[in-house]
Nanobody, 117 residues
């Protein structure tokens, strides 16, 4: 099994920045994808960004150019640098780990990001 521990959420003013971190532990497969999803009140959970263990990334159109996902494979940790934050980025952000071979997934507990003046 995989365990995920997230950190880095909080309250920030529009235009500000935050950095989220998610550390994975346990049975970490070498071929995997780690990413961030978010869910705003009354909305469905949506993909924000994902990065595979071999470096390929994908971003939601709404965050391209503002958010950057990266990972440290030695630490099994994924980061989400969020710049130029907007009120519509307000949501609970969930870390996700996916074993690409088995397609099994693990979710973090979620961290609140609030963008407000």
């Amino acid at each position: 099994q995989v365990q995920l521990v997230e950190s880095g959420g909080g309250l920030v003013q529009p235009g500000g920045s935050l950095r989220l971190s998610c550390a994975a532990s346990g049975s970490i497969s070498s071929i995997n994808a780690m990413g961030w999803y978010r869910q705003a009140p009354g909305k469905q959970r949506e993909l924000v960004a994902v990065i595979r263990s071999y470096g390929v990334t994908n971003y939601a159109d709404s965050v391209k150019g503002r958010f950057t996902i990266s990972r440290d494979n030695a630490k099994n940790t994924v980061y989400l640098q969020m710049n130029s934050l907007k009120p519509e980025d307000t949501a609970i952000y969930y870390c996700n780990f996916r074993n690409i071979v088995s397609n099994s997934m693990t979710w973090g507990q979620g961290t609140q990001v609030t963008v407000s003046s």
